[in-house]
């Protein structure tokens, strides 16, 4: 299926929802919104989605002109060398993919449409590494579609990922994916493969923290 308001070239069909942490996003995504176009912003429970927390952003869709990050994970901004909160998502992609990248972003919030991408990320050392990303509509009131919940992630990390920050991206596929075909989700999403490092699954700035509060212990001690 292929999203009209961006052209063919950038749709050609590629292999869909092959990355487990896309897949496990997808699938999450789709139980919370419960046969809506789009899940409510507060139905989207940082608790359930914690190995993701580090690759996932989310965008304000209210201000077309700049799609700013509304939050962005810690994992995310070390592969960019930068906090990402407040800047435009459009700046990070080269020249060529600006415009096509504005198209699908419309896609996702006048059509509810749900797209996956083949990427090409590129540091200043010209190195390249491939990474796959999910858009997705999401609403803050549950009237409109205004903010956008993604994921980047690259299925490899290079030992420059982090070291020497990625400066552009560019599109190699996209794909429009049929909600109507979404996989059967998961109550949670699945642990990551690796255990991720303590930054990579630190809370990002706007979302609830909903982590169990440990209680302190008093051991008794000292001398008898």
């Known amino acids: 299926m292929r999203f009209t308001s961006v052209p063919d070239h950038l749709t050609q069909q590629m292999p869909s929802l092959k990355d487990p942490s896309i897949l496990a996003l997808y699938a999450y995504w789709s139980r919370q919104r419960a046969g809506a176009a789009a899940p409510r912003r507060d139905a989207i429970a940082p608790a359930d989605i ?9 965008l304000d869709a209210a201000r077309g002109d700049r799609f700013p990050f509304r939050l962005a994970g810690t994992r995310l901004c070390a592969a960019f060398g930068r906090e990402l909160r407040d800047e435009g998502f459009l700046t990070l992609w080269a020249r060529h993919d ?8 419309g896609a996702v919030t006048a059509e509810a449409a749900a797209i996956e991408f083949s990427l090409a990320a590129t540091n200043e050392r010209d190195q390249t590494v491939a990474a796959a990303m999910i858009l997705l509509p999401l609403s803050h009131d549950g009237r409109s579609i205004d903010r956008i919940l993604g994921l980047l992630a ?11 920050p ?6 190699v596929a996209a794909s429009r994916l049929d909600a109507s075909n979404a996989p059967a989700p998961a109550a949670h999403a699945p642990a990551a493969a690796q ?3 303590a930054a990579a699954t630190a809370r990002p700035a706007d979302m609830p923290d909903t982590r169990p509060r440990p209680r302190l212990v008093v051991l008794e001690g000292g001398r008898q």
């Open 166 to 171: 990625v400066r552009a991206m560019s599109v």
């Open 154 to 164: 690259p299925p490899e990390r290079p030992y420059w990922l982090g070291l020497h």
């Open 50 to 58: 914690a190995p993701l927390l580090g690759d996932i952003f989310i």
């Open 195 to 197: 255990p991720l490092p």
């Open 98 to 105: 600006a415009e096509r990248m504005r198209a699908a972003l």
